[in-house]
């Protein structure tokens, strides 16, 4: 058990790290934190809180550094998180609010997250199985061209043009097709329209014309297209050259970014840390060996969540962050993003 001054210097150390890079000692922790002791019993605590893996000492004669056990224990302990200040709410409100849709606000997202922190910024779009399907609409758009319009009750909008071969395409034949897609898909969620729609693709030949058929399968297959594209994983992020700050990461860099890149990586971190079951969840330095990020540290909140799924957002950043800031402000942009989000819905 760490006692209650040991856990203060502990605390005193991590935050004078995290601002100065540099290895405290026991004399500037007596100057710049009123424990009312001297640096000897300073230097007793850190001790004892190397014993216990706590703090390390990088280099002979010099002081010491958290450890990612030390950096653990300091998030968990953390009494309290500051808030973020007003001007900063008023940002994150004014920000949002411009969004135009789906992609805009995930994107603007990340881009804010990743200035509040000054750490990369990664947010899992939300999840759109059970989102319901508002509107298809299809337009011929030339001779061999079909515009498939798909919008979503989350707001996402999705066009995308079906080339046709040299065909009979006119507005009575669009029109006809539009009506059946909508009466199979529209109103139900995307997870229930995709299975609508490929069942219409497989049973084309018992209701299309045999000249249509081919012609109509390659209209159900954009649409499905666009219905498999808003049921799949999908993440945002910005930041990525908050990464290049030197000494961070050592040679771990990357591998850091290769995690980025590949993003189911970052994906089944972010499925763990759903399973912390807090608020706000932190992932620290070993505990993120097992995707190849071991060098950093996660931290993440669950901004939508449905009976089956949750979507998170979160920073990635080296061990030495500002933890208590950074909680704050994913907290933050996660409570004005669900409710961005369920306003819109």
């Not at 018992?206 to 159900?220: D, F, H, K």
């Not at 219905?227 to 993440?235: D, T, W, Y």
């Not at 704050?328 to 961005?340: E, S």
Request: hydrophobic content about 45%; overall charge negative; some cysteine.
């Amino acid at each position: 058990m760490v006692s209650e001054r040991s856990l203060a210097v502990l605390h005193a150390i991590v935050s004078d790290y995290v601002s100065s890079n540099e290895p405290v000692g026991s004399k500037a922790i007596v100057d710049r934190h009123s424990f009312g002791v001297s640096a000897a019993t300073i230097r007793n605590d850190m001790a004892l809180l190397e014993e216990d893996e706590l703090i390390a000492q990088p280099h002979t004669s010099s002081g010491r550094v958290p450890t990612d056990k030390g950096y653990r224990l300091y998030v968990d302990t953390l009494a309290t998180i500051r808030p973020v200040s007003a001007a900063q709410r008023s940002a994150i409100e004014r920000f949002l609010g411009e969004s135009s849709d789906l992609d805009d606000v995930m994107a603007r997202t990340v881009r804010l997250l990743a200035q509040l922190t000054n750490q990369v910024a990664v947010a899992q779009y939300p999840s759109l199985r059970r989102t319901v399907v508002r509107h298809i609409d299809l337009v011929a758009v030339g001779e061999d061209r079909v515009l498939c319009v798909l919008i979503l009750g989350s707001g996402v909008v999705e066009q995308q043009v079906a080339w046709l071969p040299a065909s009979q395409v006119t507005e009575a034949w669009v029109h006809g097709l539009r009506q059946r897609i909508a009466e199979a898909a529209v109103g139900s969620d995307v997870e229930t329209a995709v299975a609508a729609v490929t069942g219409l693709v497989e049973g084309v030949d018992g209701w299309a014309q045999p000249a249509e058929a081919e012609l109509v399968r390659r209209v159900l297959s954009v649409v499905a297209s666009q219905l498999q594209a808003n049921r799949s994983e999908r993440i945002a992020v910005a930041g990525a050259a908050n990464l290049s700050r030197p000494g961070e990461f050592a040679g771990s860099l990357p591998a850091v970014l290769e995690a980025i890149e590949e993003q189911v990586v970052l994906l089944r971190l972010f499925g763990e840390l759903a399973r912390d079951g807090r608020d706000v969840a932190a992932s620290i330095g070993r505990e993120n060996a097992p995707y190849g990020l071991a060098a950093t540290s996660v931290i993440a909140s669950s901004y939508e969540q449905e009976a089956d799924s949750v979507s998170r957002l979160g920073v990635l950043g080296p061990l030495r962050m500002d933890y208590a800031g950074n909680i704050a402000a994913v907290r933050a942009v996660a409570r004005y993003l669900n409710r961005f989000l369920g306003e819109e819905q």
